[in-house]
Nanobody, 123 residues
Framework: QVRLVESGGGLVQAGGSLRLSCAAS????????MGWFRQLPGKDREFIAG???????QYSKSAEGRFTITGDSVKNTVQLQMDALKPADTAVYFC?????????????????WGQGTQVTVSS
């Protein structure tokens, strides 16, 4: 059974940085895309960033220029470096995996989800 476990969330002041990590286990995910979503209070879950197994990345407009996604397709891990954080970035952040990067962007086709980690940015 595939399991995604996130770590690295927490409380940070506006302008600060956090690094989220996710480790996948329990399946052959070396050719899967992995990525990050977030869900703000009262809002739908939204795509933030994704990385295909061969290294191609895609970002949402809200993440571009401030967040950087990296991954290791051999170790089935993915990280999200978040810089210049704003209070509006406060959300639960979820790791995800799916066969195609387009699956993640399309969210409804995403195959596997982590449990989520809280990120709180104080003003």
């Amino acid at each position: 059974q595939v399991r995604l476990v996130e770590s690295g969330g927490g409380l940070v002041q506006a302008g600060g940085s956090l690094r989220l990590s996710c480790a996948a286990s329990g399946g052959a995910l070396d050719r899967y895309a992995m990525g990050w979503f977030r869900q703000l209070p009262g809002k739908d879950r939204e795509f933030i960033a994704g990385i295909a197994w061969h290294g191609i990345t895609q970002y949402s407009k809200s993440a571009e220029g401030r967040f950087t996604i990296t991954g290791d397709s051999v170790k089935n891990t993915v990280q999200l470096q978040m810089d210049a954080l704003k209070p509006a970035d406060t959300a639960v952040y979820f790791c995800a995996a799916s066969p195609m990067l387009s699956d993640l962007v399309g969210i409804s086709r995403t195959e596997y989800w982590g449990q989520g980690t809280q990120v709180t940015v104080s003003s």
